[in-house]
């Protein structure tokens, strides 16, 4: 966004003819060369209103409540300064529930995973491809509140998952959401179920980006399958797989959507962001949980920025 | 350089947008919302919002505001039905575009009332009438109506407590945990369904405060640093009953799956044989009951397990309150709405629910609680405002499900640690913050 509205306007006097030129019809130039300046902003006000109305603005109310007392109701609010910063840093038990993450962080180091094997696999030519690719991509495409209620049945006491398992002679009868390990490690799968399609979709774009021919000289050159992936695809694909990575860790620190419905947070399954929406609607600390979402943020960006830095953004020349 | 600098203009004019956004709360007039003495005075749309979606969609409560009109003909009632009926509100209480008529949310705070509704009438007038109209008095005023009220206690499928061979009401905790293991010993059924992975049902059990006692003032006994669950306590009566419930193994084997809607049909079906409830849900399983083809004569219900003086207690607790929006510019209408919806529609008593009108008989659903001359306390809601606010900064939820879910854990090994530390916790932390949020 800001890439754009930076560079758009500084092409403008470059077409535009020199004005010493013009010294008759200066008025009516000015007026042109002002318009001109003015255009790529007049294309830009709509979508910068929806960025400053719907982004800005909620992050900028966020931040000031995070330094008040408001319970999210009452037209009075208390500004109580970093009171809740200190609360949130003082208080370990608002904190341990990041631990949560860390099944969520492996659990999208699974995921990454698959989602390369399978993006390479079906990068070469297979029988029923599109086929496979449409399976894989399928649950991305569902709605997570239907997951999670698919998933519920799945995990029930004697449900899809026990039953597969008492064909295979492994009747289990374990309460998989019911203690906190189990609860987390199934989680954790049903949200590698549903993400998968999207590292997939992201990786095979990128895999068919590079040109073929490498492939075939490769092969010419009598590489293995594990060769071209080592030294054509991996190093091809290298920004697209940091970016996964970069969702991955701020996607395992903000978990929500499969937790909160399936379990409601039960059972050790709070997560970070699950914490925060019980401090904002269900004890009206709307204070408290600004200020949580606010450190959330801030902890995501430095994440980022930290793993920006140590694997920079190098321009991928393959040929 | 360029980057930084739209950031920071951003954050300026998100800055100055902020400062601007927030004025909001106009001041409104606090004359009180009166119903007029002619039927024929009261004129405009008044809009109604409410949580049952299900009776506005089949039409119930559009036949109610037919009826309405033969009174009131003039008045038109629009009805706004809320499936997140807390959540939404909530929010939209920051503007003043709340309806006519709305239920109190619990998130409101109780001194706040007056800078949302508009006041009903005094306390010493209303209370001649109704029940429950200190849930709402701020400073003589009250400020809503309930709509409903209910009893608290067990809902139990009587065939199978008959099969167990149980034929009277267990009058201790310790009598209704081995009337349980006879249940369990002795017939096919679940003996206790937690409805945990819902949640809200167990809240319920918040509401047997004072059952347990016979003190309809109990609930305002926790406004202090008073150890709620102390031994002897309400709390420590009533949770060590789910704990032991839930330790003894007579709960389903994995909490963690169950379902409201499937519970009708189980405990209708004989499945299941208790259920912890308020009176409210009677109807609701005999309509269950009648979806299987069982006998909806067979959903009974007991009072809490404690006696004093040989009898039962059982205290009646107040739904939500209806109030009238104080920015409302048909208050007149809107307060006739909720006279007429109270006192003539006949709702409490399709629902199965006790009466806000004094006068008004027990419904049916009580009726075995009549028949055993169980006494019924309202509850006094003098202090629920302080509760409320000690609840709050606590991080407890009396009222929310999360602390009776870790109980509920406890007690099967899921987490660990013992009931007694986990309730000591519970009364350090309310202790502290009745401390902090009475300062």
Known sequence: MTETTRTAPAKVPGTAPPPSRTPAGGEGRRGVRVLRRLTPWFFLAVPLLLLVTFTYVPVGNMIYYSFTDWDGVSPDRRFTGVDNYEQIFTRPELFRVFFVSFYYLAASAVQIVIALYFATVLSFDLRCRNLFKGILFFPYLINGVAIGFVFLYFFQDGGTLDSVLSWFGAGSGHAWLGDPSSANTSLAGVSVWRFTGLNFVLFLGAIQSIPAELYEAAQLDGATRWQQFRHIIAPGIRPVVSLSVILAVSGSLSVFEIPYIMTGGATGTTTFVIQTVKLAFQFNKTGLASAAAVVLLLIILLITWIQRRLVPDEKVDLV | MGKTKTLTGALLTTAILTVAGCGGGGTASTETAKAPADPADASGTIKVLTARTDLVQNGTMARYADEFNKTYPKVKVKFEALTDYEGEVKIRMNTED??????????????????????????????????????????????????????????????????????????????????????????????????????????????????????????????????????????????????????????????????????????????????????????????????????????????????????????????????????????????????????????????????????????????????????????????????????????????????????????????????????????????????????
């Open chain 2, 98 to 439: 709340y309806g006519d008529v709305l239920m109190i949310p619990a998130a409101v705070a109780k001194n706040d009332y007056p800078k949302f509704f508009a006041p009903l009438g005094t306390d010493a007038d209303l209370s001649a009438t109704y029940r429950f109209s200190d849930k709402t008095d701020v400073g003589g005023k009250v400020y809503g109506i309930a709509q409903f009220g209910t009893a608290n206690g067990f809902l139990y499928n009587k065939a199978v407590w008959k099969k167990a061979g149980i034929t009277r009401w267990p009058a201790t905790p310790q009598e209704f945990l081995t009337d349980l293991k006879a249940v369990k010993a002795k017939t096919d059924a679940l003996p206790y369904y937690t409805n945990f992975k819902d949640g809200w049902p167990l809240t319920a059990w918040t509401n047997n405060i004072g059952s347990a006692t016979c003190d309809a003032k109990a609930n305002d006994k926790l406004a202090g640093a008073v150890s709620p669950w102390k031994r002897g306590g309400e709390l420590n009566t009533i949770d060590t009953l789910l704990y032991d419930i839930v330790k003894g193994g007579l709960s389903e084997k994995d909490p963690s799956t169950t379902n409201w809607e499937a519970s009708k049909g189980l405990i209708a079906q004989g499945k299941v044989a208790t259920m912890q409830l308020g009176s409210w849900a009677v109807t609701q399983m005999q309509d269950a009951a009648e979806k299987a083809g069982t006998d909806p004569g067979d959903i009974g219900f007991m009072p809490f397990p404690v006696q004093k003086g040989g009898k039962y207690c059982a205290v009646l607790a107040s739904d939500y309150q209806q109030a009238v929006n104080i920015h409302s510019s048909h208050k007149a209408a809107a307060r006739a709405w909720i006279d007429w919806f109270t006192q003539k529609s006949g709702y409490s008593a399709k629902e199965g629910a006790v009466p806000v009108l004094k006068s008004a008989p027990m419904p049916s659903t009580l009726k075995d609680f009549v028949d055993n001359d169980v006494t019924f306390m309202e509850r006094s809601e003098a202090k629920t405002g302080e509760v409320n606010t000690i609840d709050n900064a606590a991080e407890i939820g009396l009222n929310k499900p999360d602390y009776r879910q870790k109980l509920v854990d406890l007690a099967r090994g899921a987490q660990h640690g013992s009931l007694d530390d986990y309730l000591a916790d519970l009364d350090k932390r309310w202790n502290e913050a009745a401390r902090t949020a009475g300062s």
